[in-house]
């Protein structure tokens, strides 16, 4: 009993520590990129209303994301701190998340904890363009913990079927918890809805019965996503994109480019699963014992094919997929016994080797994040400055080169030279300045 009271107080201390690492660099992460121009949209519309009607706009002629970029504007109407605490409190939501859905752990099991945060410090994608940057965020880290959520609420009412009382009240809650769910990234929601598939098909095919109530969750995931893909916004999108090729040489050629990149960003995951599955395996577990792993496996794959539909998919594109990936690799871990003591110790081994290349990889990544921030901030004291003075057409360093860091989108997405540049144009637009132009900082000085 003391054994299971000590590992709860070290799993919220883990929770505190999780916390507080995100959150520092939440505050080290600038307005950038399109959160001028989102950031300019919110100020026209000025109230709720006004967001809401955006958010039709954006549907007509953008993207069906309104999930996530109503979540968006609604923190861009306030000050960057709200967005920073939120934020960090939904990437260790995020973390809890994957804990609750890996099976046969220990209560409060810190190891498995900490092994939950490497994955997501080292392997997910594009960090700072999907967990940092604000209108990435809202995209991609709060998008997959609205997936995850609705997923991981179902699977808990199912648990728990024969012990609800309020099922109306429970059928309702699982079927907008699910709108939301549907409702948030095309391919990664698809990978939702599929895992709520998989796991109803292998509850049917073991003859378990399913209380009628309980398919609200996936009616309600279905919904949201039929209301996203049928954005007439996408459509207008898609027929602008362009291929090489036509008829099913194109999807075969789309194909090809996701297995590249598929290479390019879960290789790293695909391998640990591998070997993992392999141990595991070799202590003679079953195929029925690893179904959990295979299911995230598949809906991990499923999540990056899907994006055959698409001409080009951005890196960004696959970070539900490496999410999912994650998920299996836990698991599979967890279900590895550790009677043999050479396995225990290389899996405390790879844990906190983990670790250890964490704290390196952290100190590094907050102090370049921390030198691009002070760039973006005195540039945004000179243009507020120029402004004052009356200035319309100006002339801005970019940040210094030489502090690239995976937890900062902040050179991906920095101004440049030509003031046509669509990053410019936005700046500019958030600014009210007629124009901005950017030059290297070295060559700063001259002005």
Request: glycine share 8%.
């Amino acid at each position: 009993m003391n054994k299971e009271k000590n590992r709860k107080y070290f799993f919220y201390i883990a929770v505190g520590i999780a916390f507080l690492a995100i959150l520092v660099l939440n505050f080290l992460t600038p307005t950038m990129s399109d959160d001028y121009f989102y950031a300019t949209v919110t100020r026209k519309a000025g109230n709720l209303w006004g967001i809401l009607v955006s958010e039709y706009e954006h549907y007509m002629e953008h993207t069906g994301r309104n999930v996530a970029h109503f979540i968006l504007k609604c923190f861009l109407s306030g000050d960057k701190w709200i967005f920073n605490i939120c934020n960090s409190l939904n990437f260790v939501g995020l973390s809890l998340l994957i804990y609750y859905n890996v099976e046969k752990k220990k209560s409060y099991d810190v190891f498995v904890y900490i092994l939950i945060n490497m994955f997501l410090w080292l392997f997910s994608i594009s960090f700072g363009e999907t967990i940092l940057w604000e209108t990435g965020s809202c995209n991609y880290l709060w998008g997959m913990t609205n997936i995850l959520g609705a997923v991981t609420l179902f699977k808990f009412a199912v648990s728990r079927m024969d012990k609800i009382k309020h099922t109306v009240l429970w059928g309702i809650l699982l079927f907008f918890a699910g709108v939301i769910g549907g409702w948030c990234n095309e391919n990664t929601s698809g990978g939702g809805i599929l895992l709520l598939l998989l796991w109803i098909g292998s509850m049917l095919y073991q003859k378990k019965k399913l209380k009628p109530w309980l398919y609200a969750g996936p009616i309600g995931m279905v919904t949201g996503f039929c209301i996203m893909f049928s954005s007439p916004g996408n459509w207008s999108r898609s027929a602008l994109a362009e291929d090489n090729y036509g008829g099913l040489v194109k999807y075969i050629a789309r194909a090809y480019k996701i297995t590249l990149a598929v290479k390019e960003n879960l290789f790293v995951l695909l391998l640990i699963l591998l070997v993992l599955v392999i141990i595991a395996k070799s202590q003679k577990k079953t195929w029925k014992e690893l179904e959990g792993v295979l299911l995230y496996f598949v809906v991990a794959m499923a999540t990056c094919y899907a994006l055959v539909l698409v001409p080009t998919p951005v890196a960004r594109a696959y970070f539900g997929a490496a999410v999912f990936l994650m998920l299996a690799c836990v698991q599979c871990f967890v279900l590895i016994s550790e009677q043999e003591t050479i396995i225990r110790a290389l899996k405390q081994s790879f844990v906190y080797g983990m670790l250890l290349y964490m704290v390196f990889a952290y100190v590094d990544g907050v102090v370049n994040t921390a030198r691009i921030y002070r760039d973006y901030v005195k540039r945004d004291a000179y243009i507020r400055e120029q402004k004052a003075a009356g200035e319309t057409d100006i002339t801005v360093p970019l940040i210094q080169e030489g502090f690239e860091t995976k937890y900062s989108f902040g050179y991906d997405t920095d101004l440049d030279e030509d003031p046509n540049y669509w990053v410019n144009v936005m700046a500019a637009g958030y600014y009210g300045m007629a124009s901005i132009s950017g030059v290297p900082m070295e060559e700063w000085t001259l002005y």
